[in-house]
T-cell receptor, first 118, second 111 residues
Framework: EAGVTQFPSHSVIEKGQTVTLRCDPISGHDNLYWYRRVMGKEIKFLLHFVKESKQDESGMPNNRFLAERTGGTYSTLKVQPAELEDSGVYFCASSSTMVRGRAGETQYFGPGTRLLVL | KQEVTQIPAALSVPEGENLVLNCSFTDSAIYNLQWFRQDPGKGLTSLLL???SQREQTSGRLNASLDKSSGRSTLYIAASQPGDSATYLC??????????WGAGTKLIIKP
């Protein structure tokens, strides 16, 4: 069974440009999460999808970030326009859904996308 | 504010030694706690998950303990090997599904 995959693995863009990150969760996982780690800081939660719906987007830093999960399968995270402080590693994770709709306990992580904004 | 702290930030020990990594959290009303491993340039691998009702979990040479009342967890690695070299991260989940992360401990096992 394939794990969580992310594309691209690395991205180098200039300030003001747009970048779109993609995450493919484990097949059948309804829950999808985005996290990021900026240089020298802890990993921080960005948002949580349940199928195609945003369950919790309290960690999104500002309106330059837009996450979508059309059809409840893969997700994209768009940064527009990118700023220098957006540089870091963006992780995606997924988990299954347990009985009564609760999210599975273990979140499985992808390898991350390393974003550098110059 | 919910915070997770990991001490030490870095640790270097000779191969074969037993070692303990520490994680502390400010809000003891946790749902569960996970230990992850991250290799350079790689993703995050879940090592152990401890539910709030549990005291410890074991997997091979790894043992994670949880003391909710004192806000602490430890990851014990027995008979360390060079392949154990990585960054170890502690993450705490509360009632929502967010994980609150520590900064990690960078572990180097010297052959």
């Amino acid at each position: 069974e394939a794990g969580v995959t992310q594309f691209p693995s690395h991205s180098v863009i200039e300030k003001g440009q747009t970048v779109t990150l993609r995450c493919d969760p484990i097949s059948g996982h309804d829950n999808l999460y985005w996290y990021r780690r900026v240089m020298g800081k802890e990993i921080k939660f960005l948002l949580h999808f349940v199928k195609e719906s945003k369950q919790d987007e309290s960690g999104m830093p500002n309106n330059r970030f837009l996450a979508e999960r059309t059809g409840g399968t893969y997700s994209t995270l768009k940064v527009q326009p990118a700023e220098l402080e957006d540089s870091g590693v963006y992780f995606c994770a997924s988990s299954s859904t347990m009985v009564r709709g609760r999210a599975g306990e273990t979140q499985y992580f992808g390898p991350g996308t390393r974003l550098l904004v110059l | 504010k919910q915070e997770v702290t990991q001490i030490p930030a870095a640790l270097s020990v000779p191969e074969g030694e037993n070692l303990v990594l520490n994680c502390s959290f400010t809000d003891s009303a946790i749902y569960n706690l996970q230990w992850f491993r991250q290799d350079p340039g790689k993703g995050l691998t879940s090592l152990l998950l401890i539910q709030s009702s549990q005291r410890e979990q074991t997997s091979g040479r790894l043992n994670a303990s949880l003391d909710k009342s004192s806000g602490r967890s430890t990851l014990y690695i027995a008979a360390s090997q060079p392949g154990d070299s990585a960054t170890y991260l502690c993450a705490v989940r509360y009632s929502n599904y967010q994980l609150i992360w520590g900064a990690g401990t960078k572990l180097i096992i010297k052959p």
